[in-house]
């Protein structure tokens, strides 16, 4: 079942304050998804991977095309929903991970994680236990369950970013190299939370630059090819 | 008298102070304005409540005046003598022979009939004023019957003294619609207000407002339901006529510390004193 | 996604003298949804918070507003006495500087209580629970309920404030700059208060701010304003990290990074 579809997206940032030159990054793309398989974006650094998640998810305004994404039984296109549809969209159905933690300042790690459940109307009880559940898994050790990761190690914060992504169980998943800044140990258990997910039927599309993860989980690659190349 | 009009005030004045009598009377509760006159008397000697006597009073009224509850302290006397003197009309200390009473702080004991009326003295007719300094405020919070904050004074005084403390000037809602100071009468009073069948009539002669309880009325004193409204007393009974009924001045008697609790309303407690001595002899 | 709008206005336009503060200024918000208006001083978005609430009636246009039975009011055609009502019930004001709106001679309880009061509640206990409840969301220590807010910290003061205008359940809260003024850390523990207590209440807001790191943790939708007019509407994260307009490149580049 194709659970997210590219067609003809291109993107581009016009940057008023450089005197309104256009760059473009991605022209035409075509990209299917189905459920359970995990597509890695490949291509050299600046070929526009990231910018193609984060089309995808609609933190970028895609410049033209559509991104139909299977939510709630229909195909929804991302490029021309209204702010709401992509909110309820993002809730339910399309997950991300991004290599940073951008999150409310001072609320405790077990907090950020829970919220998600809370705000699909979880018992906060019951949402804290799954996500303290999932943290341990990831090795953050309890001791930092209640305390903001501001302060956390760059592979803590990433770990807590994780559980973020993981713990709503969205049908689709986009993951920002999810194991940067990881070690061996606990980049194990991020390819064993990838490889259930896609058992579960998770379509997952990855920016991976770890090749062992990348072998570990991807189905197939997804060439990004840098525009002035291909032009 | 010659040289002045019947009771004092010209008779324009009076149609004007007529008219808004009528108006108050019609929104029970609601201040109206008028064009207060200089009166032959200070502001805070009851120059309000004077003109709404004076514009009501016929040449067949029996007026009664008392202060505090008393027909014999300096302003009640002055008032009562300056009505004989302009108006001619007859003058009584006995509640019940009065048609017209001018009253200052007190309600007497003695229940009204719907054919007297009960004129108030009144100082500061806005019962909003200590809370609400802008008088285009609290006309507008009268306007939206908006009264939340006369709630909260009494919900902070619950709070931080366990209960009201306002003893007298206690505010009331008037025909569930207006909130009203009843002028300085003690809270004892206040239930009296409240389905009297005497026309009641405020005058405040500073302020230039007039307002009304027409007989029968509505009056609620504000509370809450689980701290309801309750008119205190001394717990004593009167030193002179023994009644523990009505509402007690405390008299210092001496330089010893002697005090003696005896009815503020000197007519009942007279009437008392000369009933049980008929009984007695 | 086809639910009815909260409040919308159309058209609205307003001058002060030759200054045309809004012009042509359309908006939409809906239940639950916190909607930032951001762009730098003088830039209308006070004046159009202003204008939505009812406060300011523009030159031209119209807000409307769907009430809880789903009728529609033309705010500026409200008479006084139910705009002043919705404004006490259905509605909220946050202000930046919270004495603008609390009653500084009143005790923190008296505060809290006095919108149940003006909406006719007469139940010592049942406002007293209440207020200590509420309290207690805002984190105030409900030991404090006896006390005069002029012995609150200004990070107190505007929980407090918050905890005043919720204490209603309003569908709708207008914010200007409900942050502004407070320290950083005190700014962060009142932004993730606001930010819990409108997801759970499901609360409506309409939030004015200068400061985009305020917009990107409390709104779902981000309005630009620039000289009267929407320059740039969206969801937050969108407008942010792929500004369209010329002035919101610019003002998301002049934000210092942290």
């Known amino acids: ?231 | 008298m010659k040289g002045y009009n019947f009771g004092y005030l010209d008779e324009q004045t009076k149609r004007m102070i007529r008219r808004a009598i009528l108006k108050a009377v019609a929104i029970p509760g609601h201040q109206v304005p008028f064009g207060s006159r200089e009166m032959p008397l200070p502001y805070g000697w009851g120059t309000g409540g004077i003109q709404v006597t004076a514009s009501v009073l016929g040449p067949g009224d029996t007026l009664k005046v008392i202060d505090q509850g008393a027909d014999d302290t300096t302003n009640a006397v002055s008032i009562r003598r300056f009505f004989a003197r302009t108006a001619g009309v007859r003058t009584t200390t006995h509640t019940e022979e009065a048609s017209v009473i001018q009253t200052r702080h007190r309600i007497p004991e003695r229940q009204l009939r719907e054919d007297q009326i009960l004129v108030y003295q009144v100082p500061q007719p806005e019962p909003l004023s200590r809370l609400e300094p802008s008088q285009a405020e609290t006309k507008r919070l009268h306007a939206l019957a908006d009264y939340g904050l006369m709630q909260v004074k009494l919900y902070e005084d619950i709070a931080r003294l366990g209960q009201v403390s306002i003893s007298y000037d206690y505010p009331v809602m008037v025909n569930h619609r207006y909130l009203m100071s009843p002028s300085p009468i003690p809270a004892f009073d206040n239930p009296k207000m409240h389905g009297m069948p005497a026309l009641q009539l405020f005058g405040a002669g500073r302020e230039k407002r007039i307002y009304a309880i027409p007989p029968y009325t509505d009056v609620r004193s504000l509370d809450f339901d689980d701290h309801p409204f309750r008119a205190t007393r001394a717990p004593h009974a009167c030193g002179l006529c023994g009644a523990t009924d009505s509402y007690l001045d405390e008299v210092v008697t001496d330089d010893r510390g002697g005090r003696l609790f005896v009815c503020s309303d000197t007519d009942y407690c007279a009437s008392r004193r000369e009933t049980t001595q008929a009984a007695a002899q | 996604m086809n639910e009815p709008t909260l409040v919308s206005a159309r058209g609205v336009s307003l001058a002060f003298g030759a200054i045309r503060a809004l012009r042509d200024v359309e908006l939409d918000l809906w239940p639950g949804e916190v909607l930032a208006i951001v762009g730098e001083s003088g830039s209308g978005k006070t004046t159009l918070l202003n204008v939505v609430s009812g406060r300011l009636r523009p030159d031209d246009g119209a807000v409307w507003y769907r009430d809880p039975q789903g009728v529609l009011h033309d705010v500026h055609a409200m008479p006084d006495p139910a705009l002043r009502r919705l404004h006490r019930s259905d509605w909220g004001f946050v202000h930046q500087n919270p004495r603008e709106n609390l009653r500084m001679g009143v005790t923190a309880g008296g505060n809290v209580g006095e919108r149940l009061m003006a909406q006719g509640a007469r139940h010592y206990g049942d406002i007293r629970a209440a207020a200590i409840d509420w309290l207690e969301q805002v984190e105030i220590d409900p030991a404090r309920i006896d006390d005069f807010p002029r012995t609150f910290s200004g990070g107190m003061l505007q929980r407090l404030q918050i905890a005043r205008t919720l204490v209603t359940h309003p569908r709708l809260v207008f914010m200007d700059e409900p942050t502004g003024g407070l320290d950083v850390s005190v700014q962060a523990r009142l932004l993730d208060l606001i930010r819990t207590l409108v997801a759970r209440l499901r609360i409506a807001v309409m939030l004015v701010t200068h400061d985009i790191a305020v917009a990107r943790l409390l709104a779902h939708r981000i309005v630009v304003m620039q000289g009267g007019r929407v320059v740039e509407t969206g969801l937050t994260d969108q407008v942010l990290d792929d500004p369209q307009h010329a002035y919101t490149q610019l003002l998301v580049s002049s934000v210092l990074q942290a």
Not at chain 1, 106 to 116: K, T, Y
Not at chain 1, 126 to 131: F, I, K
Not at chain 1, 152 to 160: A, D, I, K, L, P
Not at chain 1, 212 to 222: G, T
């Open chain 1, 1 to 231: 079942m194709i659970m997210l579809r590219a067609e003809q997206l291109s993107k581009g940032f016009t940057l008023h304050l450089q005197g309104g030159v256009h760059i473009p990054v991605l022209a035409g793309l075509d990209l299917e998804l189905r459920a359970g398989e995990c597509v890695a974006l490949s291509g050299p650094s600046g070929a526009g991977k990231s910018t193609l998640m984060r089309s995808l998810y609609g933190n970028y305004r895609a410049g033209a095309g559509r991104i139909l994404v299977r939510h709630r039984g229909a195909m929804v296109d991302l490029a021309a929903a209204d702010p709401r549809t992509i909110l309820a969209v993002r809730e339910e159905t399309l997950g991300y991970v991004s290599q940073f933690l951008r999150v409310m300042p001072r609320v405790p790690a077990v907090d950020l994680v829970a919220d998600i459940l809370i705000g699909r109307g979880i018992e906060a009880d019951e949402a804290r236990r799954v996500a303290a559940g999932l943290l341990l898994r990831l090795n953050i050790p309890p001791r930092l369950h209640g305390l903001p990761p501001a302060t956390f190690s760059g592979g803590e914060q990433q770990r807590v970013n994780l559980a973020r992504g993981f713990i709503g169980g969205h049908p689709i998943l986009l993951l920002d190299e999810p194991t940067a800044s990881l070690d061996a140990g606990n980049r194990a258990v991020v390819i064993e939370m990838i490889r259930e997910a896609k058992a579960r039927g998770t379509a997952i599309i990855g920016i991976f630059h770890d090749a062992e993860v990348r072998d570990r989980v991807a189905d197939r690659l997804f060439e990004v090819t840098p525009l002035q190349e291909a032009a």
